[in-house]
T-cell receptor, first 113, second 114 residues
Framework: KQEVTQIPAALSVPEGENLVLNCSFTDSAIYNLQWFRQDPGKGLTSLLLIQSSQREQTSGRLNASLDKSSGRSTLYIAASQPGDSATYLCAVSSQGGSEKLVFGKGMKLTVNP | NAGVTQTPKFRVLKTGQSMTLLCAQDMNHEYMYWYRQDPGMGLRLIHYSVGEGTTAKGEVPDGYNVSRLKKQNFLLGLESAAPSQTSVYFC?????????????FGPGTRLTVT
């Protein structure tokens, strides 16, 4: 059974720092990996999707990398801003059920001005 | 283009009552999903559908039923609500494109069962 872990559960940083958010998964036979952002009381917004054949994806200040063999992904946020404060969730789909996602519990990020 | 919408946004039920949550998407997506989100548990898949007229069980299906009579709608039913079903429910949809299934989420329904 696929399990997804995000450590730490919460992080508080001053504005301007470059951040690395971690995600690990137990079964390396993934189909794709998706990073989401969730603001309080809101739904999930897709940030980046990495296919199993890819090593990284970039969107603006965000860069997500994937290392299937070690079961890890990182989300890099450059020059963090208070508006980046949110919960970030990592989710993977497996080869045996590629249309379904298994989620980590998320990491709550607070960027202080 | 509204994306994924959910009705209602909030609801309070008494134990034993029934209700239906409606999810609608206007992106012509084949796949639709219902999740619940609980503190400390993350998001867990309840049921999903791979196309009109199909449904399948997810990780936590007990106590829920679903129907997908139209491609754009996915209904989640609680026949006899229990306090353990107090949660935030999210609907999502996706389609197969560029060798991946990217999921898009609705805003959620906050359900309290007393």
């Amino acid at each position: 059974k696929q399990e997804v872990t995000q450590i730490p559960a919460a992080l508080s940083v001053p504005e301007g720092e470059n951040l690395v958010l971690n995600c690990s998964f137990t079964d390396s036979a993934i189909y794709n990996l998706q990073w989401f952002r969730q603001d309080p009381g809101k739904g999930l917004t897709s940030l980046l999707l990495i296919q199993s054949s890819q090593r990284e994806q970039t969107s603006g200040r965000l860069n997500a990398s994937l290392d299937k063999s070690s079961g890890r992904s990182t989300l890099y946020i450059a020059a963090s801003q208070p508006g980046d404060s949110a919960t970030y969730l990592c989710a993977v789909s497996s080869q045996g059920g590629s249309e379904k996602l298994v989620f980590g519990k998320g990491m709550k990020l607070t960027v202080n001005p | 283009n509204a994306g994924v919408t959910q009705t209602p946004k909030f609801r309070v039920l008494k134990t034993g009552q029934s209700m239906t949550l409606l999810c609608a998407q206007d992106m012509n997506h084949e796949y639709m999903y219902w999740y619940r989100q609980d503190p400390g548990m993350g998001l867990r898949l309840i049921h999903y559908s791979v196309g009109e007229g199909t449904t399948a069980k997810g990780e936590v299906p007990d106590g829920y039923n679903v129907s997908r009579l139209k491609k754009q709608n996915f209904l989640l039913g609680l026949e006899s609500a229990a306090p353990s079903q107090t949660s935030v429910y999210f609907c999502a949809s996706s389609r197969y494109t560029l060798a991946s299934y990217e999921q898009y989420f609705g805003p959620g329904t906050r359900l309290t069962v007393t």
